[in-house]
């Protein structure tokens, strides 16, 4: 069992920054890739950046590439996701999801753990 705890969502102007955490308490932790998702108001959860069980590799969706920067601390079971030039579009439940496999994946379905979500509002 994992429990994952999200932290560090927000309201913040569009431009801004925000920084995003995910406490994972255990020491499993380095057992997972993990990955970060959203979902907004009547859509379907999507993939935002995952990242590697060492933290070597990384993977982002093309619509936040640039900006964001998904990072892991195994010695503090810590994941951040580093959210800069946030743009309206960015505003959903943003949350944390630990796999199983022995790489990261873009599908929700491949995460057996999730957090219970931070929202962040983005206002233009």
């Known amino acids: 069992q994992v429990q994952l705890v999200e932290s560090g969502g927000g309201l913040v102007q569009a431009g801004g920054s925000l920084r995003l955490s995910c406490a994972a308490p255990?020491?499993?932790?380095?057992?997972?890739?993990m990955g970060w998702f959203r979902q907004a108001p009547g859509k379907e959860r999507e993939f935002v950046a995952a990242?590697?069980?060492?933290?070597?590799?990384?993977y982002y969706a093309d619509s936040v590439k640039g900006r964001f920067t998904i990072s892991r601390d195994n010695a503090k079971n810590m994941l951040n996701l580093q959210m800069n030039s946030l743009k309206p579009e960015d505003m959903a439940v943003y949350y944390c999801g630990a796999t199983s496999l022995a790489t990261y994946s873009v599908r929700p379905i491949h995460y057996k753990y999730w957090g219970q979500g931070t929202q962040v509002t983005v206002s233009s």
């Open positions: 990242i590697s069980r060492s933290g070597g590799s990384t």
């Open positions: 255990g020491r499993t932790f380095s057992n997972f890739a």
